[in-house]
């Protein structure tokens, strides 16, 4: 008899032990989720477009360049630009991706290229364009344009002298910089304004279609107003 009770206190204790054992977990469930559904339909409120709207609304033009404004900003800084926010953003991040990379004679790789190598590169990815594998015949391809007229995606020739053969090319930027691959330090940002290229430089020239998708009247004008003051 006195060893039935004992099994009976036992179990007993048992059974309450596993009851508030479970109790916290209980509580601990409840309490977790909530902050899990409060974040879902907020992520929900943010993103639904309504009864049969699949795809968000178009960001109207303010917002798009005040966004943008921020990339621009890490381009100028990187390279040493001055921009406008309206400049082309591929031209500018894939030059920005190929900084740095080493002068190989004959290369046209991220491991290393030589200076039409790395044109004819950025050509065909910012412009689908894909151009010839030389300097010099390159310049055969393109439409003479002055010095002062040169806009960002133009090509910049360099030539021993005037009656010298071109040798060298790079990709016109902006504020009289352009960009290139010199064996002397890889893919960079020079000046035209430098004395050694203020020397050789021999012409600047345009490829056609590399003027296409130019910003409308409308982006300019919210390119400027979210430009700070």
């Known amino acids: 008899m006195k060893n039935y009770l004992l099994y009976c206190l036992a179990a007993a204790s048992l059974a309450l032990s596993f009851c508030f054992d479970k109790l916290p977990d209980a509580s601990r469930a409840a ?61 500018l991040q894939t030059v920005t991706d190929w900084l ?50 040169m806009k960002p995606g133009d090509l910049v020739f360099f030539a021993h002298g005037r009656r010298g053969g071109i040798y060298h090319v790079g990709i016109y930027l ?24 203020a020397r050789n430089f021999y012409a600047a020239g345009r490829m056609a279609g590399t003027t296409a998708g130019q910003p409308t009247e409308a982006l300019l004008a919210a390119a400027a107003s979210a430009r700070p003051e």
Do not use: W
Request: charged letters at 15%; one cysteine or more; hydrophobic letters at 30%.
């Open 31 to 91: 309490g977790a989720s909530a902050p899990v559904a409060a974040e879902a339909s907020l992520f929900s409120g943010l993103t639904d477009n309504g009864p049969g709207r699949s795809t968000p609304a178009a960001e109207p033009p303010r917002v798009t360049a005040s966004r943008d404004s921020l990339a621009y900003g890490y381009y100028a800084q990187t390279l040493g630009l001055k921009l406008a926010c309206t400049e082309n953003k591929s031209l």
């Open 100 to 149: 740095g990379t080493p002068y190989i004679y004959g290369a046209s790789s991220r491991r290393g290229t030589d200076c039409s190598g790395f044109v004819g590169r950025v050509f065909k990815q910012v412009y689908g364009i894909t151009l010839q594998r030389s300097s010099r015949s390159m310049f055969t391809k393109v439409q003479r344009v002055a010095k002062t007229e």
């Open 174 to 197: 902006n504020n009289g910089k352009f960009a290139h691959s010199a064996c002397n330090g890889g893919v960079m940002v020079s000046s035209l304004s430098q004395a050694y290229y």
